[in-house]
């Protein structure tokens, strides 16, 4: 596993322990007192965190899975300048692409 997968794994999952460890224990019940105003920031807050970090497990996700779709479209550009038979471009999948790619250099 790759550090920075394990570092955002770790904060993730430290984020959900830290959220079901408090919840519990929060003062919510009153809606007028300070206590109750700083559970909800908080608990704001920490969603806000496992969010992000659910997010970024997601991207890291999409980055490993090869390349997206902007540089997809960047590289059938550069196909297309490369060898002008290989027009019918959405017919193939993207590693049959790579493969005659790297054939035709």
């Given at each position: ?40 920031i908080w608990l704001s807050f920490a969603l806000v965190v496992i ?55």
């Amino acid at each position: 596993m790759n550090t920075g997968m394990f570092r955002i794994t770790l904060c993730f999952i430290t984020g959900l322990l830290l959220v079901f460890y408090a919840v519990p224990r929060l003062p919510i019940e009153h809606l007028s007192t300070l206590a109750t105003g700083f559970s909800i920031i908080w608990l704001s807050f920490a969603l806000v965190v496992i969010g992000a970090n659910l997010h970024a497990l997601l991207l890291f996700a999409e980055k490993r899975r090869g390349l997206n779709q902007h540089a997809y479209r960047i590289y059938e550009q550069q196909l297309k300048h490369v060898h002008p038979a290989v027009m019918p471009l959405r017919k193939y999948t993207r590693r049959q692409l790579a493969r005659h790619y790297n054939r035709l250099l």
